[in-house]
């Protein structure tokens, strides 16, 4: 079991940046994919950016050029840097983790895989 707690929500105006942690604890070892997904009221939950074991990384058509996922292995924390931010992005954000292997280009966004969850942080562009 991995335990999550994210940080850096906050209110920015459109074509600002914020800095998103997200501090693991916990099985981390085990965890092959991180990632963050988000939820805007009365919206579906996407996947937004994800990161395997190896450091690759994978992001939504949406926030691609705009937003960058990284890890820090020495302190256990995710990151998710998003500048260029739109009212669009406007969202609960979490962050996630998984112990999948091998998952498919295709499903590497999927959120419903991830059995591990923080309780979220909240953005609001303005």
């Known amino acids: 079991h991995v335990q999550l707690v994210e940080s850096g929500g906050g209110s920015v105006q459109a074509g600002g940046s914020l800095r998103l942690s997200c501090a693991a604890s916990?099985?981390?070892?085990?965890?092959?994919?991180m990632g963050w997904i988000r939820q805007a009221p009365g919206k579906q939950r996407e996947g937004v950016a994800v990161i395997d074991s190896e450091g690759t990384p994978s992001y939504a058509e949406s926030v691609q050029g705009r937003f960058s996922i990284s890890g820090d292995n020495a302190k256990n924390t995710l990151y998710l840097q998003m500048n260029s931010l739109k009212p669009e992005d406007s969202a609960m954000y979490y962050c996630?983790?998984?112990?999948?292997?091998?998952?498919?280009?295709?499903?590497?966004?999927?959120?419903?895989?991830?059995?591990?969850w923080g309780q979220g942080t909240q953005v609001t562009v303005s």
């Open positions: 996630a983790a998984d112990r999948d292997v091998n998952v498919p280009p295709s499903l590497v966004l999927d959120s419903s895989r991830f059995h591990n």
């Open positions: 916990g099985n981390t070892y085990r965890m092959n994919y």
